[in-house]
């Protein structure tokens, strides 16, 4: 999968090279795996063609539903938070545009994606596929509620502004893994990573502000 990748460089190979260099590593991202992955996965094959242009740029971009895909120092730092070693299961809530999603498959064998709205599903699937990352499921429910039929996960990135930690996503973190999630009200959050230490033992560490679109379920946002 990585020689796939690796073998076919695009014409933008020059620009995420140039993302990686000064947006991401720049701003203290080290995980060499992390930044391998930022390099090798195209983010332009993710955001709507008429924002292609855009794809390396320094910020979220709109793709469609009111969602955003997020700004990519956001996705590396969040993902560098987890600290995959090349072995976990993993669980993501908000696929969106797949972006995270693929970056996440990239460094893990086996990856679960919760997406509330079905047509951003349905095209992210498609993208992961054609991208040849079939152990990136992506499925259609409330990512509040986590997913069940896959638990436990030694890693959970929530890409969706929570209002409080959601219970179920503690409950489904394996014993030594990690949560990683905005936390905050609609307009700001800070990010947060939750490790399990024991069946009832959580230590609970506070990052940078970041700015989300809100998760929205049983366990995060009511509907608006
Ligand atoms: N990770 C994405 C960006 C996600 S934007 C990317 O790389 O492109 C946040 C996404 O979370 C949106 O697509 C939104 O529809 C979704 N979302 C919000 N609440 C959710 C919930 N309860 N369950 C699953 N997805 C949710």
């Given amino acids: 999968m990585r020689r796939t990748f690796a073998e076919e460089p695009d014409r933008w190979a020059e620009a995420r090279e140039r993302m990686v260099r000064d947006q991401i590593a720049a701003r203290g991202v080290r995980d060499p795996r992390v930044l391998e992955a930022m390099r090798i996965i195209p ?11 855009w794809a390396y740029e320094d910020r979220p971009l709109s793709i469609g539903h009111g969602q955003t895909i997020s700004q990519p120092y956001i996705v590396a730092r ?12 993993v669980l993501e ?31 992210a699937a498609a ?10 499921q992506v499925h259609v429910a409330d990512g509040t509620l986590g997913w ?8 959970i990135l929530v890409a969706a502004a929570a209002p409080q930690v959601p219970k179920p996503l503690l409950e489904q973190l394996a014993v030594g893994g990690r949560l990683v999630l905005p936390v905050g009200d609609r307009y700001q959050q800070f990010l947060e990573r939750w490790t399990r230490l024991g069946p009832d033992d959580f ?5 940078e502000p970041v700015a989300f679109v809100p998760l929205v ?3 995060g946002w009511p509907e608006a």
């Fill in 217 to 219: 379920g049983k366990a």
């Fill in 93 to 123: 809530v908000g696929t969106g545009s797949g972006y995270q999603a693929a970056i996440l498959g990239y460094l893990a064998p086996e990856v679960h994606t919760v997406e509330r709205v079905p047509e951003l599903a349905q095209q």
């Fill in 78 to 89: 969040m993902t560098e938070l987890l600290g995959l070693q090349g072995d976990e299961k």
């Fill in 203 to 207: 230590r609970h560490e506070r990052f």
């Fill in 127 to 136: 993208r992961l596929a054609a991208l040849g990352l079939p152990h990136v």
């Fill in 43 to 53: 983010r332009h094959v993710f955001v709507p063609p008429d924002k292609q242009m």
């Fill in 148 to 155: 069940p039929p896959a638990a436990p996960y030694d890693a």
